[in-house]
Structure formats: C-alpha cells, structure tokens
C-alpha cells in the first residue's frame, strides 16, 4: 500500500524564530520513527532555520518556485536554490491561483521546471463553491490535470504528488464529507489510469486538504483513495500536526 504523506502548508504564517519553537515542540512530541512521511511547507523565511532545528526527523518543501534556473525575475525563488533546502514544493494552490492568477500552463511549467532539478511537485486541484453547486467539479478538476500535467511522462509521475483541495473547504472549518472526498479521489485516480496506466495511478499519492485536523483525520485517512492530507491551520501547532501523524499511523 502507499504510504500516507502527512503535509503541513504553512501559508503566510512563523517567523524563522517562530518555525524554530515548533520544531522543538516538535521534535519532542512526535515518535522517534513514524510509518507515514512527514512534511513541513515554511515560507521561504523559515527555511533555513526549519532545516536546522528538524535536524532531518521529517521532510521539508517549499510552498511555490519560479519556473527558471537563474536570470532577471526580482523577487523569485528558483528551484536550484530550492533544492538546498527541500524535497518537496507545492504548486497551483487555490490561493495563488485566485490571488496571483495562475494558471494551469504556468504551473505546468513550474512542475517541469521541478522535476529537473529532481524536486517533487505538489499539484493542488479543486473546485469553487460555483463550480460544485453547478455541477462543474469533475470538469475543472479534469482540466487543471489536463493542462496542469501536459507533457509529463509516465516516468516522471512518480515524482509528483497531487492534492484535492475543495476551494470552499479551505481554511473554512467546512470539510469535505469523507464520501464527497472519496468519489472526487476516485475520480483522479481513473483519470491516472486513463491518462498514464494503472501502475502509474496506483503508485501516486492522492492528498486531501481543506480543514483535515485531528478530529476528522481517521474518517478522511481511512478512505480507500485518501493517501494522506495536505493540513493549513492544524498544521501550525506541534501538538496538533502530531496528533494528524499518530492517526495515520494507527491506520497503516
Ligand atoms: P486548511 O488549509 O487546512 O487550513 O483548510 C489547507 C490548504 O490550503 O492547504
């Protein structure tokens, strides 16, 4: 079976002093060894003082990168300079694609761009309110695959994770149904299947992010096609970031 990935998205949020506090509570409050992977996403801020104080008890990824090597672009962050510091780095989060306007060709680009600088790349996918009331969901999410994941290859979807983030579960304290989670996860796998194969589906992991904290942790984790949880504001306190770990744990 896959492995859970259990991913804080930190957003907008700790000072490298204030990532420095967590990962001392962290690192006291968290087993020694866990069976899902733990990631943390800082801010670019944070980064360094994050890698110092997790002194490697979990992974590390960053929440956005620019899609070149080097060059005239102020005020971004490359993936060369990226991979001194993370594994993993998030790409199409609902915020930035409404806030920043985003979209699905230049996160394709950031997603090529990351795989040959071996990092590995988080696709957020989801829908708005609108979009699900009018039926839309499958639609958009078909679409920001679609275009999101152009000229990747089979080889290369190892690399990539993808998460379902419902727009109107953000942040929101409204989770989606683990059914509602499920059959759009669903959805994502056949999609796999029917765009790469089956192997390919099977092996990659399928997150699910909107308000996924302790108390709902285990319903949404025990889904067949829920691979583990990309986790905002649960993610900022140890304790609870712990707690979300030892449920998926429990389930493995
Ligand atoms: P949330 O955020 O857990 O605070 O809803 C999830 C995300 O946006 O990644």
Redesign the pocket.
Known sequence: MRTFLIAG?WKMNKTAEEARAFFAEFNALAPAKTKCEALICPTFTALSAAKEANKGRISLGAQNVYPKDSGAFTGEISPKMLSEFVTYVIVG?SERRTLLKESNAFINEKIHALLSHQLKPILCVGESLEERKAGRAFDVIAEELTEGLAAISKEQMAAITIAY?PIW???TGETATPAIAQEVHAFIRNWLVKHFDKSVADGVRILY????KASNAHDLLSQPDIDGG?????SLEAKSFVDIIQIADELL
């Open positions: 998205n989060h983030e579960a953000i942040g992010g909107g308000s996924l990309l986790i905002g504001g649960a």
